[in-house]
Nanobody, 117 residues
Framework: QVRLVESGGGLVQPGGSLTLSCAAS????????MGWYRQVPGKQREFVAT???????NYADSVKDRFSVSRENGKATVDLQMSSLKSDDTAVYYC???????????WGQGTQVTVSS
């Protein structure tokens, strides 16, 4: 089975920065994409960012130019660098991975990010 563990969440003031990390382990042979979703209580989980093995990235309009997703070649990890944080960014952030030829995503358990004074 594939396991993903997020880290780096916490409390940050509006306008501040925070970096999340995710490490995947288990039965992983070839990664297609890794990325992040987030969820606020009472709302649907929403897309944040993805990065392919080749380095192509995509971002939600709400985080574009403020967040940066990155990977290191040869490692099953993904980071999310967040800056200019605002209260609307408060959510549980979930990491996911999609492996080549496997028609499903694997998810971590999430890490809480709270943006507040």
């Amino acid at each position: 089975q594939v396991r993903l563990v997020e880290s780096g969440g916490g409390l940050v003031q509006p306008g501040g920065s925070l970096t999340l990390s995710c490490a995947a382990s288990g039965n992983i042979f070839s990664i297609d994409v890794m990325g992040w979703y987030r969820q606020v209580p009472g709302k649907q989980r929403e897309f944040v960012a993805t990065i392919s093995t080749g380095g192509s990235t995509n971002y939600a309009d709400s985080v574009k130019d403020r967040f940066s997703v990155s990977r290191e070649n040869g490692k099953a990890t993904v980071d999310l660098q967040m800056s200019s944080l605002k209260s609307d960014d408060t959510a549980v952030y979930y990491c996911y991975v999609i492996c080549r030829h496997v028609p499903r995503a694997y998810w971590g358990q999430g890490t809480q990010v709270t943006v507040s004074s």
